[in-house]
């Protein structure tokens, strides 16, 4: 499924230029010290005041530039932070929830990651980090599953690139066929009611650019709770690593655009992995005709799919690495 169609531009915030504080200083300090000093203290106050005066509006004047520069630009390029996602109050407010973000953290062994709520099919889920580490609690959980039986929200959190940008330092877009020896490691907490999945999501296209261009889609699902299969869809079991999975494949389509989706979904579930790696499914995926040692690996998403419920599910410790 397609995670990454819809942003949403940066939340404006109230800020105290320079010349109101200097305003306010004014009127608290200087107008009244101006009262009880000499002549030549007062000019000396003065001439301080007016260079004070002079520097703050050349501090303005480059705060009205950099704001100009960001509004604007492309908004979904600039990371975004929201208190009601990252706050030691586990708690959460649906209506301050954004449906798009890139909110960063940080996973324990380096590198950068962003938390995105990603309710691109209206979903009320709302995922909240308490430590800036590469794990969140979904603290409210969706409404009953849609009558057109889409996800509602996939939480989740992004290494690599999005349709507009790409987290620091992750090394792709990268060529498959030049990929060192990527695996990931993440714990779970899965006991929630509902419809869910819990995978990693990776994703490829058929050229080195950022943005959909085609190709494939690598779903690698862990764990999951009352998620039938999807009908009219052949499925056949696969050895991976001394580990069962169900392999099936169909195209997929959204916003105009046609990629290979290819799931993976562990006969017997389990709620954490240690180095899973990755390449194995890819080789699976180009055997079955679905993918190409010639495109390019743009991103790992990790998170829940969520068609209803979802609320306490749990990840933690997720590191990507290896790209």
């Known amino acids: 499924m397609q995670k990454h169609m819809a942003t949403r531009a940066k939340k404006s915030k109230t800020v105290n230029y320079p010349s109101q504080?200097?305003?306010?200083?004014?009127?608290?300090?200087?107008?009244?010290?101006?009262?009880?000093?000499?002549?030549?203290?007062?000019?000396?106050?003065?001439?301080?005041?007016?260079?004070?005066?002079?520097?703050g509006m050349y501090i303005v004047q480059q705060s009205n530039?950099?704001?100009?520069?960001v509004t604007t630009a492309d908004p979904s390029t600039a990371d975004q932070t929201d208190s009601t996602l990252i706050d030691s109050n586990n708690t959460a407010s649906t209506a301050s929830c954004p449906d798009q973000a890139r909110i960063p953290v940080t996973s324990s062994f380096g590198g950068t990651y962003w938390l995105n709520p990603d309710r691109y099919g209206g979903g009320t889920m709302c995922p909240r980090n308490t430590d800036g580490k590469t794990d969140f609690t979904v603290v409210s959980?969706?409404?009953?599953?849609?009558?057109?039986?889409?996800?509602?929200?996939?939480?989740?959190?992004?290494?690599?690139?999005?349709?507009?940008?790409?987290?620091?330092?992750?090394?792709?877009?990268?060529?498959?066929?030049?990929?060192?020896?990527?695996r990931g490691t993440v714990a779970?907490?899965?006991?929630?009611?509902?419809?869910?999945?819990?995978?990693?999501?990776?994703?490829?296209?058929?050229?080195?650019?950022?943005?959909?261009?085609?190709?494939?889609?690598?779903?690698?699902?862990?764990?999951?709770?009352?998620?039938?299969?999807?009908?009219?869809?052949?499925?056949?079991?696969k050895s991976i690593d001394g580990t069962d999975w169900w392999m099936l494949h169909y195209q997929q389509h959204d916003g105009g655009h046609t990629w290979n989706f290819i799931e993976f979904r562990r006969v017997t579930s389990v709620n954490s992995t240690t180095t899973l790696a990755f390449k194995p499914f890819m080789t699976a995926s180009e055997s079955a005709g679905q993918l190409s040692s010639g495109w390019y690996m743009t991103g790992v998403d990790t998170g829940f799919e969520i068609w209803n419920g979802g609320l306490g599910l749990e990840m933690h410790g997720l590191t990507i690495a290896g790209l």
């Open 21 to 55: 504080i200097l305003r306010n200083w004014y009127q608290g300090n200087l107008k009244s010290n101006l009262r009880s000093r000499t002549p030549v203290t007062t000019l000396a106050a003065m001439a301080f005041a007016l260079v004070f005066v002079a520097a």
């Open 65 to 69: 530039a950099a704001t100009t520069a």
């Open 141 to 182: 959980g969706g409404t009953p599953k849609p009558a057109n039986g889409n996800v509602q929200a996939y939480p989740n959190l992004i290494r690599g690139c999005t349709t507009s940008a790409c987290t620091p330092g992750a090394g792709l877009p990268a060529k498959v066929s030049s990929l060192a020896d990527p």
């Open 188 to 237: 779970l907490i899965s006991s929630a009611s509902g419809e869910w999945d819990a995978a990693y999501d990776l994703w490829f296209n058929k050229s080195n650019v950022v943005g959909p261009s085609g190709g494939a889609e690598i779903l690698i699902m862990l764990n999951e709770r009352n998620k039938p299969f999807p009908s009219g869809v052949s499925k056949v079991k």
